[in-house]
T-cell receptor
Framework: AQSVAQPEDQVNVAEGNPLTVKCTYSVSGNPYLFWYVQYPNRGLQFLLKYITGDNLVKGSYGFEAEFNKSQTSFHLKKPSALVSDSALYFCAVRDRGSTLGRLYFGRGTQLTVWP | EAGVAQSPRYKIIEKRQSVAFWCNPISGHATLYWYQQILGQGPKLLIQFQNNGVVDDSQLPKDRFSAERLKGVDSTLKIQPAKLEDSAVYLC?????????????FGPGTRLTVL
């Protein structure tokens, strides 16, 4: 069975500092991994995904994530946080071997960047 | 490029009433998904369509929920009768082909409150 864990409900960071939002996953096969961001009263916006190849994936708005197969992790990072990055972040996984499109989401991590 | 459109954005109903949500996917996207997002949780897939056929409805409470995608474009999700526990945001998403590596693009969602 597929599942995603986001161990931190909240992450607080000062503007200009690096940020990390953690994600670990469990799939029966090899994963496709995704990060989405949700602003208040908005739908989910796609940030980046890992399909294959380089373990470091670069995405929108300066975000990047590193796939670590041995630790089954896909942590989201940004070198310098902005106040406008404050939002709810979701990690999601899909089994590479599945013919279905179902995404399994974590519970989300609320990121707050203070000035 | 226009994104995924959903209406209404908000709906308040009494329990045991019926409600319907509408979704128009990104033009050219063959696959359409409906997710339910309960407060404090990540989205959970209810149903996936490939063109106008159902691919995955294993998590859809079929005694009260129904969905259709006539002509393979727009989709409607219906709840009849609604229960208190159906209070959630209903998100529609679409992707080009529906494969495991495809990116799903989400609409703004419909926030349902059942009183």
């Amino acid at each position: 069975a597929q599942s995603v864990a986001q161990p931190e409900d909240q992450v607080n960071v000062a503007e200009g500092n690096p940020l990390t939002v953690k994600c670990t996953y469990s799939v029966s096969g090899n994963p496709y991994l995704f990060w989405y961001v949700q602003y208040p009263n908005r739908g989910l916006q796609f940030l980046l995904k890992y399909i294959t190849g380089d373990n470091l994936v670069k995405g929108s708005y300066g975000f990047e994530a590193e796939f670590n197969k041995s630790q089954t992790s896909f942590h989201l990072k940004k070198p310098s946080a902005l106040v406008s990055d404050s939002a709810l972040y979701f990690c999601a996984v899909r089994d590479r071997g599945s013919t279905l499109g179902r995404l399994y989401f974590g519970r989300g991590t609320q990121l707050t960047v203070w000035p | 490029e226009a994104g995924v459109a959903q209406s209404p954005r908000y709906k308040i109903i009494e329990k045991r009433q019926s409600v319907a949500f509408w979704c128009n996917p990104i033009s050219g996207h063959a696959t359409l998904y409906w997710y339910q997002q309960i407060l404090g949780q990540g989205p959970k897939l209810l149903i996936q369509f490939q063109n106008n056929g159902v691919v995955d409805d294993s998590q859809l409470p079929k005694d009260r929920f129904s969905a259709e995608r006539l002509k393979g474009v727009d989709s409607t999700l219906k709840i009849q009768p609604a229960k208190l526990e159906d209070s959630a945001v209903y998100l529609c998403a679409s992707s080009f082909a529906g494969g495991p590596g495809d990116t799903q693009y989400f609409g703004p969602g419909t926030r349902l409150t059942v009183l």
